[in-house]
């Protein structure tokens, strides 16, 4: 079913509409939610880890760290989720033409970015294990 988008003509100075035939398969829609989901995990944890090395230890109190965390959390995903959105608009797997009866391929520029962010998302948590593992105090 199209949808309905709007957007500001380049040549011309007024609102016009148009709408959008391509779809996105579930698949897309899933891997998408998954990543989201990876990032706003390391996201969160960083950003808590951060608070908690420079919060000074006198002030160092759970609610004084959840309010921080939740502060950190909330103004940077905005803004996060906008550049993610606008980074998978330029992606074209997963994308579906019904007027063409066909599947949008991955680009070269596409396969590569997917190749090198899996490796570093994947080195990253590997790090992460191995540099936090130890600090962790057995009970």
Known sequence: MAS????????????????TTVTELRRRTLVKSIVWRLIGVVWTWVGAY?????????ARNAPVIATLVVAYHHSTR??????YERYWAGISWGK?????????????????LWTLGTA???LA?????????P?????
């Open 125 to 133: 948590i590997f790090l992460l294990i191995v540099y936090v593992g």
């Open 50 to 58: 951060l608070i908690v090395l420079i919060v000074p230890a006198k």
């Open 96 to 112: 579906y033409d019904p007027r063409a009866e066909a599947f949008c391929p991955m680009s070269r520029r596409d396969k590569l």
């Open 78 to 83: 905005m803004v996060m989720y906008y550049a």
């Open 4 to 19: 309905p988008v709007w957007f500001r003509g380049a040549r011309r100075r007024r609102w016009t509409l148009s709408t």
């Open 120 to 122: 570093i998302a994947v």
């Open 135 to 139: 600090l962790v105090k057995r009970a």
